[in-house]
């Protein structure tokens, strides 16, 4: 079997197990987006799925994104994501080549972020990213200071601030995290809820999820 053959076989097949999902969960296939996660994957791996017909990708590290994507953009409709914690000095460089950044997470990089669209000329969709189990080595704002940050992020950044994103803990149930997000988006109005990985992107969708960011179960282990 090839590989191209396999990248293939296992977004179609994760795609019916987004859609089943979606079914059993009184929801339609078709509001739920497939981010194709392609971090540590070469170009050749994102073509294979472009060519499979898979158009949206998350990258977690703005560097690596500017080396792999702008090729393939120039040959291909496609979204890029960035999913990576994000620091200040790389805002101006997600700008110029990301169409949705999913973690905003800290006022610093909100400014940030907004002198780069200003100079750029470019608007990425934002999410706000919360560090939903409180952990100390995760990007993501803390859940007692998330309404307060969305509310400013609102304001600032209007309807560009499209949801609200997270990574739960991985030995913990994510069930609560991905029920207490969706509440979160809802509380807010807003229409995105990125959560769910290989691992639990079925459970994601049960909770809510609109966008699930899945890599490994497409593009094989890291
Ligand atoms: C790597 C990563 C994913 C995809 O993880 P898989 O387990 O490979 O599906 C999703 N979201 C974020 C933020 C990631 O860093």
Redo the contacts with the bound molecule.
């Keep these: 079997m090839t590989e191209e053959h396999t990248i293939a076989e296992n977004l179609r097949r994760v795609k019916d197990r987004i859609a089943d999902a979606a079914l059993a969960a009184g929801r339609r296939p078709e509001d739920i987006t497939l981010v194709a996660?392609s971090?540590t994957k070469p170009a050749e791996a994102v073509a294979e799925a472009l060519a499979a017909g898979q158009t949206v990708f998350?990258e977690?590290r703005v560097q690596e994104a500017a080396a792999k994507f702008p090729s393939l953009r120039a040959a291909h409709a496609l979204s890029l994501h960035i999913?990576?914690g994000l620091q200040t000095n790389k805002a101006r460089d997600a700008v110029r080549i990301a169409d949705v950044i999913e973690t905003l997470d800290r006022p610093k990089l909100a400014d940030a972020l907004e002198v780069a669209m200003a100079r750029e000329g470019r608007a990425p969709k934002l999410l706000v990213e919360v560090n939903t189990g409180a952990e100390p080595q995760k990007s993501g704002v803390p859940r007692a200071e998330a309404d307060g940050f969305i509310d400013d992020c609102q304001k600032r950044f209007g309807n560009l601030l499209a949801g609200v994103m997270c990574?739960p803990p991985r030995a913990e149930d994510p069930r609560p995290h991905f029920t207490w997000l969706a509440g979160c988006a809802r509380r807010h109005g807003l229409a995105t809820v990125s959560m769910g990985?290989?691992?639990d992107f079925e459970i994601a969708i049960a909770c809510g999820a609109t966008w699930v960011?899945?890599?490994?179960?497409i593009f094989g282990a890291r």
């Excluded at 960011?213 to 179960?217: K, L, P, Q």
Aim: positive net charge.
């Design positions: 996660v971090k998350g977690n999913i990576g990574v990985m290989s691992a960011r899945v890599g490994s179960a």
